[in-house]
């Protein structure tokens, strides 16, 4: 019916504003309007009239855009202007009366316009029917997946039921051995801390006695170092002071013994000279000789009674020296023992310092440390299985919670609490897929159980490793035992000590010890003053040898007789 190119382009475009208007919302409607009228094909009124126009056919309401801005309502008359090549928008007076000579022609292209969009709503109804059609065979395609996969998990439910048998099983008795592994460790630990308080108040006992032992073993230690000290400063002084003694008289001997062994040699020189003028003036003096023959008798008996005198006092003087050296051999070796005894002393002295030092510096309190730690060390081993045992209480619980939750979530899936077979037929693929999801995130949850039931078998194994704590605590109070013994092997060795400490301070051996000194430094002192005699005679010898003699019946010159008169006085026989 149209057939020129000027109305068919708007028609074109007044079709694709009405399929604008049934798919899209007011808002695409007049931005396409806008877009029909900006193209200079047809004018804004126009655009805007036949949209209403179409509209009201259809039984819909007009857009509001056919109110805005005064636009005209005769469509025809623009439709006119159009054809005739007359742009409506001039503002001419004609244009009314043109509208209404071409009414008839705007009704025929409108007819023809609904004639197509009748079959293009008939069209559009067929497509929707086809869609539908697809959506309905998806949904039945769905529900049958879902129908399939209900009858896999209700086949698979026994399976379920009976693992879900199988953990409460194993779980009850997990929890009754945890519940006889907490009672044992609780009686272990009620025996083990007595065990340590009786042990305690043992070791303490027994240090305060040792402790009492050690400082009484110091204070006789004291007491017995300053008696002894004074003792042998004592014995040092009365042997300094002999020594001294022996020293001056030694070599005042000496002295004399030189000076008299010079004035026996003297003596004899001068009796060698003697003899040699006897024998020169024996001629001249025979008359003299054999005149005084009783004189000469009376000489020769005094020479020999001198030289018997000489010969005894030799022999004196030689036992002198013997003597004197054995005494000197004495004192050596009473200063070797002296010496001897002095280094005995030190090295007792040392000894008894050391044993003091050991008894205060004893292991104990370090044995007491070292079991204090073993204790402190078995205490948080307890605590840390204490603590393991109360996190795989939880645990426990927390899977029994699990498990009570994925029975009631199987119970509601089968009974159909969760989904109805019935509102499945209403819904659509969402809810099919948000079934998927949820039926994998079952799946994850029980595999999920699954490796948690085997981290709890795992920490139960390792808790039946760690349940090894008893035959530990019995190698304890093994080593404990060990202890016990070693502390009386050391009680007893500090009670030999006290007691060998006391044998060799006895009052006894100390009384002898120091008698058979006295006895010994008496002996000396014997000796000295032997030797103090034997040195007055030789003193008193050496004055007599020192006094001139001279016998009235010589002359003064006779120098042999003046000689050979010297001898001792009766009084040293």
């Given amino acids: ?206 240090y305060a006695e040792i402790d009492q032992n050690c400082q009484r073993l110091s204070s006789q230690m004291r007491m017995k170092e300053g008696t002894h000290e004074d003792v042998f400063k004592r014995y040092n002084s009365r042997l300094l002071r002999v020594e001294t003694i022996l020293e001056e008289r030694v070599e005042e001997l000496n002295q004399e013994i030189v ?84 280094t005995l002393f030190e090295t007792k002295d040392e000894h008894y310092r050391w044993l003091n030092d050991r008894v205060e510096r004893s292991d104990v309190d370090t044995r007491l440390k070292e079991f204090q730690a073993h204790v402190e060390e078995t205490n948080a081993q307890r605590s840390e299985h204490c603590d393991k045992i109360d996190e795989l209480h939880k645990k426990l619980e927390g899977h029994e919670q699990a498990m009570l939750e994925l029975h009631d979530n199987i119970r509601s899936v089968q009974n159909g609490n969760a989904f109805d077979v019935s509102s499945l037929n209403n819904t659509d693929l969402g809810s099919n897929e948000a079934l998927a999801y949820e039926m994998k995130e079952y799946a994850k949850l029980i595999n999920n159980i699954d490796t948690k039931v085997e981290f709890v078998s795992q920490d139960l194994q390792a808790l039946r490793a760690d349940s090894e704590l008893g035959p530990r605590v019995g190698q304890l109070v093994e080593s404990l035992t060990e202890v016990a013994p070693k502390v009386i092997m050391h009680e007893t060795c500090i009670r030999d000590l006290i007691e060998k400490v006391a044998h060799i301070e006895h009052p006894e051996k100390m009384s002898k010890t120091a008698d058979s000194m006295a006895a010994r430094i008496g002996r000396l002192e014997v000796n000295v003053d032997r030797i103090l005699s034997d040195h007055e005679v030789s003193e008193h010898i050496r004055q007599n040898l020192d006094a001139p003699y001279r016998d009235p019946a010589l002359g003064d010159g006779d120098t042999d007789r003046q000689h050979d008169s010297l001898v001792a006085p009766k009084t040293y026989h």
């Fill in 1 to 206: 019916a149209v057939s020129s190119q000027g109305a068919s382009a708007p028609l074109l475009y007044l079709l694709r504003l009405h399929v604008c208007d049934m798919t899209s919302p007011e808002r695409e409607m007049d931005v396409n309007v806008r877009n029909i009228a900006e193209s200079g094909l047809v004018t804004t009124e126009t655009a805007v009239e036949t949209h209403s126009s179409f509209t009201s056919s259809r039984g819909r309401i007009a857009s509001p855009m056919a109110n805005r801005g005064g636009y005209p309502a005769a469509v025809p008359s623009i439709l006119a202007q159009r054809n005739r090549g007359v742009d409506p928008r001039a503002g001419s007076a004609g244009a009314h009366q043109l509208s209404v000579v071409k009414a008839g022609q705007d009704n025929a292209i409108l007819t023809a316009v609904r004639r197509q969009m009748e079959i293009l709503e008939d069209k559009l109804n067929g497509q929707i029917g086809r869609v539908t059609q697809q959506s309905d065979r998806l949904r039945d395609a769905a529900l049958s997946r879902v129908d399939s996969k209900l009858g896999t998990m209700e086949a698979l439910q026994p399976k379920l039921d009976r693992r879900m048998a199988e953990l409460s099983g194993n779980y009850k008795g997990l929890s009754d051995e945890m519940q006889n592994q907490i009672r044992r460790i609780d009686q272990m630990d009620a025996r083990l801390w007595e065990w340590r308080h009786l042990l305690e108040d043992e070791v303490r006992t027994k």
């Fill in 259 to 342: 000076h008299l062994h010079s004035r026996v040699q003297d003596v004899e020189e001068h009796h060698m000279q003697d003899a040699a003028l006897a024998g020169h003036e024996m001629s001249r003096e025979m008359v003299v000789v054999q005149n005084d023959n009783s004189l000469d008798v009376c000489d020769r008996a005094s020479l020999d009674k001198a030289e018997a005198q000489l010969k005894e006092v030799s022999q004196k003087i030689e036992h002198l020296l013997t003597d004197s050296r054995e005494i000197h051999a004495r004192v050596e070796f009473q200063e070797e023992r002296m010496k001897t005894m002095r």
